[in-house]
């Protein structure tokens, strides 16, 4: 397989195009190409999860929301258009309001896609002072990701665990606990799960996340080929090719 190595500052200014011809104005696209690079330069497939969002068909992009009405500290969101990176804000701010108002907040966000984009986000919440817990289920694999940040961390805690055993859900999901008070155990707040002898295959803290930091700014990223080739058509279709009309007045 072909990569292509490029700076950290080449790669801002390519992913920064590539959102700007897709999203135009539609959204804030220097945020999308931030989020991007950032789960670039810490491994977490940033441009694989932007080329998804891109070559998926055109969706409704409403976000419902709805409240349980026996919990004012739960809130359930739905994502229809399983896109996460112009969302993931949004997902994040009403979890963290909401914990503002109540001391904790519960979030599930279903029918969503890449999960591992609410990393972003987490420091958010550790800067103001809250401990925030996400986790996911990979079906397929059968992989339990949980990430963890208390107040003033730069990054979570991030883990993966083989499960043994775990309720099937065909909806891809999010959960989010943002809280004043660190929660010890998720068992209260779910039951799809079943961790038996935590099988941990993955481990990511924060010496880590520094450390795939670093590495990048020093090596650059390498990029599939292929994938490079598609960010760099994308971007190119924000040029508008010269004509007599665009040439006048140029220099001036």
């Not at 920064?16 to 330069?41: F, G, N, P």
């Not at 295959?201 to 994938?227: A, M, P």
Request: with cysteine; net charge neutral; proline share 2%.
């Amino acid at each position: 397989m072909k990569f292509i190595r490029i700076s950290v500052n080449e790669s801002k200014a390519l992913l920064t195009r590539v959102c700007e011809s897709h999203y135009k104005h539609q959204y804030d696209y220097e945020d999308i190409a931030t989020i991007v690079q950032w789960l670039e330069l810490h491994d977490l497939d940033g441009v694989r999860t932007l080329l998804d969002e891109i070559n998926k068909p055109l969706q409704k992009n409403n976000t419902l929301t709805k409240h349980k009405k026996e919990s004012k500290q739960r809130l359930i969101l739905s994502d229809n258009s399983q896109n996460i990176l112009h969302k993931i804000r949004i997902f994040s701010d009403l979890t963290l309001a909401k914990c503002h108002e109540d001391g904790l907040c519960f979030t599930t966000i279903n029918n969503i896609a890449h999960q591992q984009t609410i990393l972003v986000n987490l420091k958010n919440v550790s800067v103001r002072g809250y401990h925030a817990t996400a986790w996911w289920i990979e079906t397929e694999q059968k992989h339990l990701h949980i990430a963890k940040i208390a107040p003033n961390q730069d990054y979570p805690i991030y883990k993966t665990i083989k499960l043994n055993k775990y309720a099937v859900n065909l909806q891809p999901y999010l959960n989010l606990i943002y809280s004043k008070n660190d929660i010890q155990s998720l068992k209260s707040y779910t039951n799809e799960h079943e961790i038996q002898g935590e099988s941990i295959i993955q481990k990511v803290n924060t010496h880590d996340f520094n450390e795939r930091l670093f590495q990048k700014i020093n090596d650059g990223l390498e990029i599939k080929f292929d994938h490079y080739q598609q960010l760099t058509k994308i971007a190119d279709l924000i040029l508008v090719e010269a004509s007599e009309k665009s040439r006048q007045g140029a220099g001036e």
